[in-house]
Structure formats: structure tokens, C-alpha cells
């Protein structure tokens, strides 16, 4: 196979990494020796055998095709590639699919990798102070390509405050209230019984397990997969910290998130999550948790984050039973709900109203700027009164 090609596929493959799709590394050597395997014998056969290594869930198909269309056609000039990208004006006035700005932003990406005689711009240096202030309080479910990506990279670099809590075992502490007797006459011996300084023990401390679970339905994509950036960098400087999907089914992603390429890890994560972008059975879910995971992950006083805009199809007594259970058995339950960006937001839904009772904190996750504060808020010994779900239910 010609080198040219296998530079395309790679090219083809990063391009579709960026505008959303699962794509590693695994993935474009599959994609090279399907083609190598398979030949070219028409452009129809080619589009196939990348589909059938690139697309993994049927609602990948749309994006791929376009993706094919666009990327695949003869380029002669960037001009015409840019012209392909950006046509004239809409028939009707809108606001533009984020679906499509990432796609775009992806292909752009890949005319500004054309070799050329100049250098290299980094994201970060090119952000004004105007323009940081914009993307952390721009929502995530409007941004491009290049905004996800900008803002994933800062959410990870948040670093969750010193939460650790004394426990019941004891440790040399210097300064602690208790006298160790053993280590004191362990000192005397040393010193021939002399004057000697008794040893002192306190409390030990150690951080707090963390549980994040995370709604992957169809309305909650983009949020979702901005916080499993956030709960991978989590993972990489803290012990304790586990993390879950729900959409129709309950899924432990703890294991996939801890690859160290942050892309790699969510690629693992869609390819082991079987019903990312459907429904969503929060009921069954939280239930299947409590049931096979609390008395695992939950020991030692977690705290637990549920992602999830609480719009619950099934029975709500089911999901208030679950809430109730899942609060009792950690210390700290904050629902992250990215309905309450609007304005306007009134506790209606009756899955919001069966959840609202069971939970000590409800907060937005919608932003940048959300994140941060839900990060700082994690120190706090008390639940936040701006916060307290319990205004909210004074309103219905």
C-alpha cells in the first residue's frame, strides 16, 4: 500500500477524532490493514471498509459519511478545501449545529497541518483575556472542535482542594492530644532513662473516596464527555476515585479511564459503553449500583457526583427508593444538573422532583466556570446554602 495513503488514513482519522468520534490509535492501524487487506477497487468499497472500522454505533454514521465526502474529495488548491468547509449563507437564519461547527473545525485542523514555512501557534497562546472569559462561561453544548478541546484541557488541569478527614486510627503526630506510650519508651531506652520527649500520636487523615456518575444519554453527550476529562485527570494524582455511566444500563468505566492519553481513555470508554447517546433509566440504574457497587466504593465516607439532567421516562417512586438509598450510604450526594444554566429553571419534571429530596447540593455543570466552582466547593465541610436543593422544593 502506498505510504501517501496510510498518511491520508492517519490524516482522515485524526480529523474524525476531533470532530467527536472514538478514534485511537488501535484504530487507524485497523483501519490501514482493512484497506491493505481489502484493496481499492471503488471508492464505494473504500468507504465501507473504513466504516465498518470507524463507525461503531449507528448515530456515527451521519458524521461519517460527511466526514468521507468532505475529506476524500480531489483537493487540488486549500482554497477549494476551505470553500467546501464554509459555504455561502444559509437559505434559513439559525443558529449554527455544534455538530457541524466541530466538523468543520476538525477538516480546518487538518489544512492548517499542510507543512508550511512557518510556526507553530499553540490554543493557549492565542487566547486573549476576553477570549478565556468567553470559553469559561460559554455553554459546552454550543462550542467547536477547538473549544471542546480548549476547554477539556482546562478542566483537567483543575486540582480538587485538600478534603482529607481525620479517621478513627491513630498516627505520630508531634502535636497530637494522645501520648504514645510505646515509642516513648522506646526513646528512654536509647537515651539510658534520661529526660526524654514524649512521643504524641493523632488521628490520621486520608482524602475521601470519590464516585462520579455520569448520564450518557442523548441530551447529556457533551457534558458527559467534558466531566470524564475532568474525573481522568482526577484519577491520575488521587487514589479512591471511581467513575460510572448510566444511560439505559449501568457501566463501570474506572478501569478505562485510568490510560494515560486522556483521548485513548474516553475511546475506551465508548467502545465499552453499549448505549451511549440513547435513553435513559436513571431508576434501574442508580439501583444496580446500589446494589452491586455501594458497599465497594462507598466505605469510608465518599462523596458522591451525579451528572444527569434528571428527566427520568420510568416510574418515579422506583427513583426516589434509589436516591434515598444511594444518600444514605455516602456522606455527601451533589446532583450536577445542566438545566439550571437557564434562567428560567422551575423543579417540574417529576424525575427532578423524586431526586431533589435525596440530594444535599444542585448544582449546574453546564461551563468551564461551573467546574471551577464545584472543584472549590468540594472543601467545604457544609452544603453550600446558595446551593441547597431545598429552596427549590419550596417552589413547587
Known amino acids: 500500500m502506498a505510504n501517501a495513503l496510510a498518511e491520508n488514513i492517519t490524516h482522515f482519522a485524526r480529523a474524525l ?95 492548517e497541518s499542510v507543512p508550511v514555512e512557518k510556526p507553530e501557534i499553540e490554543v493557549d497562546a492565542s487566547l486573549t483575556v476576553s477570549d478565556i472569559e468567553v470559553l469559561q462561561k460559554k455553554d459546552f453544548a454550543q462550542m467547536t472542535a477547538a473549544e471542546i478541546a480548549e476547554a477539556s484541557r482546562r478542566v483537567a488541569a483543575l486540582v480538587l482542594p485538600d478534603d482529607a478527614v481525620p479517621t478513627r486510627r491513630l498516627a505520630p503526630d508531634p502535636r497530637g492530644r494522645r501520648i504514645d506510650l510505646r515509642r516513648t519508651l522506646r526513646r528512654s531506652i536509647g537515651e539510658g532513662g534520661g529526660i526524654i520527649d514524649l512521643a504524641r500520636r493523632g488521628p490520621k ?127 455527601r450526594l451533589v446532583w450536577l444538573n445542566p438545566l439550571l444554566r437557564f434562567d428560567g429553571f422551575e423543579a417540574r419534571a417529576q424525575g427532578i422532583r423524586a431526586l431533589l429530596p435525596h440530594v444535599d447540593e444542585f448544582r449546574t455543570i453546564h461551563n468551564v466556570a461551573a467546574v471551577a466552582d464545584l472543584v472549590a466547593a468540594l472543601d467545604a465541610r457544609r452544603t453550600d446554602r446558595a446551593h441547597d436543593p431545598r429552596r427549590w422544593m419550596k417552589a413547587l
Not at 465501507?48 to 468521507?68: G, N
Not at 486549500?78 to 449563507?89: D, G, N, Q, T
Not at 478501569?255 to 483521548?263: E, S
Not at 451511549?276 to 455501594?294: D, V
Open 205 to 331: 487523615t486520608k482524602h475521601p473516596p470519590l464516585v462520579v456518575l455520569c448520564d450518557i444519554s442523548g441530551s447529556m453527550n457533551q457534558y458527559t464527555r467534558v466531566i470524564l476529562h475532568f474525573v481522568h485527570a482526577l484519577m491520575e494524582n488521587r487514589r479512591n476515585v471511581h467513575a460510572f455511566t448510566f444511560g439505559t444500563r449501568l457501566t463501570n468505566i474506572t478501569r478505562m479511564l485510568k490510560a494515560r492519553d486522556p483521548d485513548e481513555a474516553l475511546a475506551a470508554c465508548t467502545a465499552a459503553v453499549e448505549d451511549w447517546s440513547g435513553g435513559t433509566r436513571i431508576a434501574p440504574s442508580l439501583a444496580a449500583f446500589n446494589r452491586l457497587w455501594s458497599r465497594r466504593v462507598l466505605s469510608g465516607g465518599a462523596v458522591v457526583l451525579l451528572v444527569t439532567d434528571g428527566l427520568e421516562r420510568d416510574g418515579t417512586a422506583d427513583l426516589a427508593r434509589a436516591a434515598d438509598r444511594l444518600h444514605r450510604s455516602c456522606r
Open 17 to 111: 477524532r476531533t470532530a467527536g468520534l472514538p478514534v485511537g490509535p488501535g484504530t487507524v492501524l485497523d483501519a490501514v490493514q482493512a484497506v491493505e487487506a481489502a484493496g481499492i477497487g471503488s471508492r464505494e468499497d473504500f468507504y465501507w471498509t473504513l466504516h465498518a472500522v470507524f463507525v461503531t454505533k449507528h448515530e456515527q454514521s451521519v458524521l461519517f459519511r460527511t466526514a468521507f465526502e468532505i475529506f476524500w474529495k480531489k483537493r487540488h488548491l486549500m482554497e477549494k478545501l476551505l470553500s467546501i468547509l464554509m459555504p455561502v449563507a444559509p437559505a434559513t437564519p439559525g443558529k449554527p449545529d455544534p455538530v457541524s461547527l466541530r466538523l468543520q473545525e476538525a477538516f480546518f485542523k487538518q489544512a
